[in-house]
């Protein structure tokens, strides 16, 4: 499977609540934002806390032609914990953060519009 980033694409085979459920995507503040200049497209590396359930984990997100490391400091974010970690690079990814593409193609992240609890859990 890829990623469509066409907004006019119909959406993908239906799935059960089911399936729906066992994406786990939970609230997280990320703590600390690196410059990821190894990577293949304009990247950082999010250090991510997610409270005590998931705990902190590291991410790689392509998000450095919008946001400095200094803007995401203390930003909340949505990522998939249960994912496996995959290695990046040098950079071994715990989670997938969240964004969607603009017109432009770039990512913008996907957050909540308040404060939810760290580790809160999308439904």
Not at 53 to 69: D, F, H, I, M, T
Request: charge should be neutral.
């Amino acid at each position: 499977m890829h990623l469509v980033h066409d907004p006019a694409a119909p959406p993908h085979d239906p799935i059960t609540f089911d399936d729906f459920l066992r994406v786990d995507i939970r609230a997280g503040r990320n703590i600390r934002a690196e410059p990821f200049p190894e990577a293949r497209k304009p990247s950082l590396k999010l250090t991510i806390d997610f409270g005590p359930g998931v705990g902190v984990k590291r991410s790689s997100a392509q998000v450095a032609e919008l946001y400095s490391p200094e803007a995401l400091e203390g930003r909340m974010v949505a990522a998939v914990v249960n994912f496996p970690p995959r290695q990046i690079g040098k950079f071994m990814s715990e989670v997938l953060t969240l964004g969607f593409p603009d017109d432009a193609g770039r990512v913008v992240l996907f957050a909540p519009d308040s404060a939810v609890p760290l580790g809160a859990r999308l439904f």
